[in-house]
C-alpha cells in the first residue's frame, strides 16, 4: 500500500515538476523580454555601456515638449531582436534605444528586417547609393529621419580598433536633426541677371517671374532671403539651400588674384559651403550660346563641371512627346529602374494612374564630366561624387546643334538621339574617417532656362511643383549636434569621443558587430528562474 501510495506521490511530483519547468521557462522568457524592455539588469561593464548618462537624459529631455499630434519619433532597428542582442556592436545602441523609450513618451523603439520584408523600410531608402541593410538604424519624425549605420555610434584609432562608445552624442544628435524646429533658410543667389523672388522688397515687380519657385520653397518650410556672394564674402552658416536660377552674365573670378591665398571667388564660396557645409544647391540655366556663340557663364560652368555637369547648347525635341504644337517643350520620361535616383524620389507619385507629366522647355541635355563612369573619388580622402540622372527624355526624342557654318539657319544638326538626361544630381558623400559619420551635400542641374518660371513649375496641370517638391524633401538635410559633454569628435572636450573603451580588441571593420556574443550584463529573470528549479529540485529529493 506504501509503495502504490509513493508511486502515485511519484507521479504527481513528476507531473508536477514538468509543469513547473514548462511554467518557469515561460515566466523566464517573458521576464528576460520585459527585463530588456524595462531596463530590468545590472550594467556590469566598467564603461558603463547599457546605463544612460544623466546627460544624455538631459539632452534628450526636450524630445517630451514635442507636439505634433500623434507624431512620435521612431528609432527603427533594421534587424531582429536576437541579432540585436547578440551583437557587439549593436546591443549597447538597442538597449540605449530602449531606456529612451521607457524614458520619454514620444519616443518608440520598433525592429524590422528589410530581407524579409523591404516595403517596411521603402520610405527610407534616400538614394542609389544608400542600401538599407541589416544592422542600420532609422531614426524618424514625421517626414524627417537620418540613417546610421552600426560603426558611426562608435570612434575608431588610426588602426580601426574600436576605442570609445559614441552612441549618446550620435543618438542625441540623430534627434536633434529629424524634430528640428528652427527655420532654416534659402538663398536666391543675385547679381548675375538671375530670375529671383525678394522678400524683403515684395512691391518688386520681378518677384512676379519667381513667385512659382519661392511658393515652392517655401513649401518645404523655408526661408527665403538673398545673397549677393561677393558683398557677403562668402554663404550664410543658416543656408541650407542655395538658388541660382537663369543667371545671365557670369560669376566673377579675379585671375589677377588667383595666386593672392586671401582671395575667394563666388564659385569657391560656394563649393566651400557644400563641401564644408553639407549644403544643396540647384541650378537652372540656359543652353543656349551668347550673340558670339560662347556659353554665357563659363566660369560657373566650369565650377559645375567639378560637381560633374556637362551642358551641351543643344536643343531636345521630341515629335511624339511634346506639349502642344511645340516640339521643343518636351515631356520628361519618369524612369522604372528601382535602383535608379529618379525613381526613388518620385516613384509612387509617377506609379499614380492619373499622374501628370513634367514638362521641360527649350532644354538641352547634360552629361557627366567624370571620367570613371558617373563617379569621382577626391584624392587622400572618404569621399565620392556621384552623378545621376534625374530625368531623361523618351526615347524618340532628338538634339539638334546650330550648324558651325550656317548658325544663322537656327538649330539644324542632329547630334544626338534617344534617351537624353535633361535634369540630373550630383550627390557628393563623405564619411568621416574618425567619427564614422557619412555627411553629404547635393547639386541638382536643369538645363533649361524656363524649368522654374512660373508657366511651368507654376502650372499644376504639370507634374513640375510635385516632383521637385519630392526632390527638395530629398535633398535638404539640417543635422544639429549635441553637447560635446555626451562626446563628440573634438579634442578640445573632457569626453570627445564618447565612453572610453577598457577593451579595444574589437576592430570596427570585423564581421563581429552582427556576431552573437555572451552578455556582459545580468538580467533578474534568470536567477529567479534558476532558484525555482532548485526549489523544486530539493522538494523532489527530500520528499520522494
Known sequence: MKTGRKSLRTTLFSALTAVII??????????????????????LTPEGLYSLTDAMVRECSFVDDLDDGDKQVEIIFCADPDVLIGAQLLRPI?????????RF???????????????SVAAFKPTSLSKIEIGDIIISYGGRYRIQKPASFWSSGSDNSITHYNGEYIMASCLMSVTAKNRPVAYFVTNHGETYYDPENPSREENHYAQALYDLITGRGLEVKTLDLLASGGVPEDCMLLVINNPRSDFSVDPDRLSDLSYISETEMIDRYLVNNQGSLIVARDHALDENGKSRHPNLDSFLCDWGFEFTDAVVEDTDNHLGNSITTIYGEYSTDDDSFGALVYSDFAALPTAAKVVFSDAGYITTSFDRGNAFYESGDNSERLFMSFMDSFD?????????EFPQDGYIDTVNQGNMTLAAMTGRYHLDGYTNVAKRSNVFCVNSASFFSNEILGNYSYANHEVMSL???????????????????????????????????????????????AFPILLFAIPVGALVCGIVVYTKRKYL
Open 22 to 43: 514548462v511554467l518557469v521557462l515561460g515566466f523566464n522568457l517573458i521576464s528576460n523580454y520585459f527585463s530588456i524592455q524595462k531596463g530590468l539588469y545590472v550594467d
Open 94 to 102: 538597442y538597449f540605449m534605444s530602449l531606456q529612451l523609450q521607457e
Open 105 to 119: 513618451d514620444n519616443i518608440e523603439v520598433k525592429t524590422v528586417n528589410p530581407e524579409y520584408d523591404p516595403t
Open 396 to 404: 524618340s526624342a532628338k538634339a539638334k546643334a546650330k550648324s558651325d
Open 471 to 517: 526632390l527638395l524633401e530629398e535633398m535638404l538635410f539640417n543635422d544639429q549636434y549635441a553637447s560635446n559633454e555626451l562626446g563628440g569628435s573634438s579634442a578640445n572636450f573632457e569626453n570627445y569621443g564618447g565612453k572610453k573603451l577598457a577593451d579595444t580588441s574589437l576592430n570596427i571593420t570585423s564581421k563581429a558587430q552582427l556576431e552573437v556574443n
